[in-house]
């Protein structure tokens, strides 16, 4: 199927694309790379009238590294990140989780930014993000705010966005360079969209363990219970631990996929610690 009729603009700079969206109202659609949104367009799922392309936005291609974090403009490509263009505030983490995404041409074409504000709960950048503890940088017509990404994420692609704001930012903490991190993604063929996801970082100088199962069909869970048993004892956490907090969060998951989420959780903890 082709797309419902559409009009393209350019902005030039980040006010002239609030506006845009502002004066666009209900019709008007942010657009990045295109490699989720095009899809939608074509099977007619989405019909916006107008497209307000921000992907060559200065604001939102640079990259930029401070004492504590790395901001990543909304604009940058998942390859960028893979190919090692832009700072990697977690030890080469990012770089791994930007590899794993689709295949190079999706990967060239599709951004951050774009993951985050689609926010299809089996994405990658989704749950490497929250156990990350990134912020999304947001602006608006009248104010910019920031939010942590658990936040941000309120279910399945559904975001705090509202429909005159553009995403501008993702900041990453600078981990320390004794982090260990995990990132391990169940799918059936490389390159695909995750079945299950499990992310750690643990940073014992920054006195930082966080533990994620992604994929799970809404917003990540954190994984608060498992996180302080791996910290406290530097040990793996007991498998029912791992698989209580799995089935009491997500609890309209079948025992096959919380089976699937808590092997995936526990590789990415061994890839982590090497337990
Ligand atoms: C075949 C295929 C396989 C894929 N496999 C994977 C995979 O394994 N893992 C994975 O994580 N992803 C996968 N993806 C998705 C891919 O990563 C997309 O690039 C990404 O989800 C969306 O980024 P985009 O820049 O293309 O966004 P777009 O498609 O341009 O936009 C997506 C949504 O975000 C909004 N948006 C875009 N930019 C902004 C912004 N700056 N501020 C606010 N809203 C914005 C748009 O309005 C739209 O609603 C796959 C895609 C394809 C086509």
Not at 107 to 133: C, E, F, Q, Y
Not at 149 to 156: C, E, I, N, P
Not at 204 to 214: I, L
Request: aromatic share 4%.
């Amino acid at each position: 199927m082709k797309p419902a009729p559409f009009e393209v603009c350019h902005p030039d700079v980040l006010r002239n694309a609030t506006e845009m969206l502002e004066t666009g109202g209900q019709g008007a659609k942010l657009i990045s790379g295109g490699q989720s949104l095009g899809p939608m367009m074509n099977l007619r799922l989405a019909r916006p009238s107008q497209l307000v392309d921000v992907s060559r936005l200065a604001e939102l291609q640079r990259v930029d590294e401070r004492s504590g974090s790395v901001l990543f403009g909304a604009a940058t490509t998942h390859a960028e990140i893979e190919d090692g263009k832009t700072p990697d505030p977690i030890a080469g983490m990012m770089r791994q989780v930007a590899r794993g995404i689709a295949y190079r041409v999706v990967r060239n074409k599709g951004t951050i930014g774009g993951s985050v504000a689609h926010a299809d709960p089996a994405a990658d950048w989704i749950s490497a993000l929250t156990v990350a503890d990134a912020k999304i940088h947001i602006a608006g017509k009248r104010s910019n705010r920031t939010m942590a990404m658990h936040d941000f994420v309120l279910g399945a692609y559904t975001t705090d966005l509202r429909t005159d704001e553009i995403i501008i930012k993702i900041e990453v903490p600078k981990y320390s360079k004794n982090v260990r991190w995990g990132y391990y993604k169940i799918c059936r063929k490389v390159g695909e969209f995750a079945d299950a996801i499990g992310a750690t970082i643990v940073d014992p100088e920054r006195r930082y363990c966080r533990v994620v199962a992604g994929a799970v069909g809404g917003k990540p869970l954190i994984l608060a219970e498992t996180a302080r048993q791996l910290a406290q004892l530097a040990a793996m956490p007991a498998g029912e631990t791992i698989h209580d907090e799995i089935a009491a969060s997500a609890t309209g998951l079948d025992a096959a996929s919380r089976h699937q989420l808590a092997t995936a959780v526990g590789r990415a903890i061994t890839e982590a610690v090497g337990l």
